[in-house]
């Protein structure tokens, strides 16, 4: 593929449920982000892979968001028990992970709406 | 940890007039970049700045690196109805790998 996929582009659901967003990044990219946006508001980092270290977790607002990523491919972020103010789009940007090269490259996002 | 903090949050201006954003990182830079998301879409990538006091021009946008490598500036010279949006700078601190955004300037122009 060309660019970066996310998946579903939109997701509506009920307050307590649990939501699962999909990434596919750029083949060949070994670093990999997950955002939150507000409407109106900025980018709200959330995680980030780098090839096999340890993701870096430090934006993760609570204990019922995790994210996945299996090897250098898909990544998936798991909001559980969703609320309310979950409501966000939610971008994903990969890039080569070499250094001078680190240009994001976004994906077009999930609009999550918790009702 | 690393911040980097853009000023002004929100910018009106007049089509025709100019436009500054600017961008101040808590730590020395090994690059900053800046990007563009349009209303409704998803930031895309403008350029990279590397060297102290790098200067570099795309037609109406001139973007600046401070000698420190601590701070950034996107001037856009006499606004067109185009130019709205938010700009993000994105610095990545020396000896880390993750890049950190700015909070963005979002840019409104009155035609």
């Known amino acids: 593929g060309a660019g970066v996929s996310q998946s579903p582009s939109n997701k509506v659901t009920e307050k307590g449920k649990d939501v699962e967003l999909r990434c596919d990044p750029i083949?060949?990219?070994?670093?990999l982000y997950w955002y939150r946006q507000r409407l109106g508001q900025g980018l709200e980092f959330l995680i980030y892979f780098q090839g096999n270290s340890a993701p870096d977790k430090s934006g993760l607002p609570s204990d019922r968001f995790s994210a996945e990523r299996t090897g250098e491919s898909v990544s998936t972020l798991t909001i559980q028990r969703t609320q309310q103010e979950d409501s966000a789009v939610y971008l994903c940007?990969?890039?080569?992970?070499?250094?001078?090269?680190?240009?994001?490259?976004f994906g077009p996002g999930t609009r999550l709406l918790v009702l | 940890g690393q911040q980097v903090m853009q000023i002004p949050q929100y910018q009106h201006v007049q089509e025709g007039e100019d436009f500054t954003t600017y961008c101040n990182s808590s730590t020395t830079l090994s690059n900053i970049q800046w990007y563009k998301q349009r209303p409704g879409g998803h930031p895309v990538f403008l350029i990279q700045l590397v060297k102290s006091g790098e200067v570099k021009k795309q037609k109406r946008l001139t973007f600046q690196f401070g000698e420190a490598k601590k701070n950034s500036s996107l001037h856009i010279t006499a606004t067109q109805t185009t130019d709205v949006g938010t700009y993000f700078c994105a610095g990545r601190r020396q000896g880390a790998q993750k890049l950190v955004f700015g909070q963005g300037t979002r840019l409104t122009i009155n035609p």
């Open positions: 940007a990969s890039s080569t992970g070499l250094a001078g090269l680190e240009t994001q490259y």
């Open positions: 083949s060949g990219h070994t670093a």
